[in-house]
């Protein structure tokens, strides 16, 4: 999971700090899962694998992007379409065009090189904290109409904002259509789809190397996966 792809800015916080990965540290990554047998996947296969309709290749990894920064297209969509890598990039729909984050013909652009474009909600709030259903339905379904009226596809992945959700919000993903959803952030296997984890990406290739390596799953929790472990 990525957010900002791009060179440090020095007056940045902290936590954005940590939410950037350089250009160049970004190439390296795609680099390392190439020279050492990753196989980059779409969600979708992993979703036939969690219902026992399809196996996945050994060494399979997801890449996704967060919020829907322009940084995402300038600096990552090349490298992307250079190894011939799919990734989804999650998007905050109200957030579409304003300065500093992708544009409809970005989006569009995104699309056709082979990418998938998920839900990132309306406006990025912490689902588990919205109690009135009729507001979350907005965020989480609303989200999803105008992607696919705007854009002429399926979106068929969302993102919990924060990886916060709760049963209600997971429950509501699924209503409004999506096939996943990806919270954070441990990278162990899962079984359910709604519930997905993620490694953030460092700024660094060996702790990128290290997080890729997570420990493997415990006898109990790969009893409930099926058909072995996967690693994401």
């Given at each position: 999971m990525y957010h900002h792809i791009r060179q440090p800015v020095s007056f940045s916080s902290r936590a954005?700090?940590?939410l950037t990965v350089t250009p160049e540290v970004f190439d390296?990554?795609?680099k390392y899962l190439q020279e050492n047998g990753y196989h980059v996947i779409p969600f979708a296969s992993l979703v036939g694998y969690l219902k026992r309709e399809s196996e996945l290749p050994d060494k399979p990894v997801i890449i996704s992007f967060d919020d829907g920064w322009e940084d995402q297209f300038v600096n990552a969509l090349p490298r992307l379409e250079?190894?011939?890598?799919?990734?989804?990039?999650f998007v905050i729909t109200n957030f579409i065009d304003a300065p500093g984050f992708l544009s409809w013909p970005q989006l569009r652009r995104i699309l056709a090189a082979g990418m998938e474009i998920g839900s990132h909600t309306r406006s990025h709030p912490r689902l588990d904290k919205i109690k009135n259903p009729g507001m979350l339905?907005?965020?989480?379904?609303a989200s999803k109409q105008t992607l696919e009226s705007q854009l002429g596809a399926a979106v068929e992945e969302f993102a919990y904002p924060f990886g916060s959700y709760n049963a209600a919000a997971a429950s509501?993903?699924?209503?409004?259509?999506?096939?996943?959803?990806?919270?954070?952030?441990?990278?162990r296997v899962q079984s359910d789809a709604y519930a997905l984890r993620a490694v953030m990406a460092p700024?660094?290739?060996a702790k990128f190397g290290k997080y890729l390596?997570?420990?493997?799953?415990s006898a109990r929790a790969r009893s409930k996966s099926p058909r072995g472990r996967a690693g994401w």
């Open positions: 954005e700090r940590r390296r990554q795609m250079e190894y011939h890598y799919n990734a989804t990039f339905w907005d965020q989480i379904y509501m993903v699924r209503s409004a259509g999506y096939s996943a959803a990806r919270a954070c952030c441990i990278g700024n660094d290739l390596g997570a420990p493997p799953v």
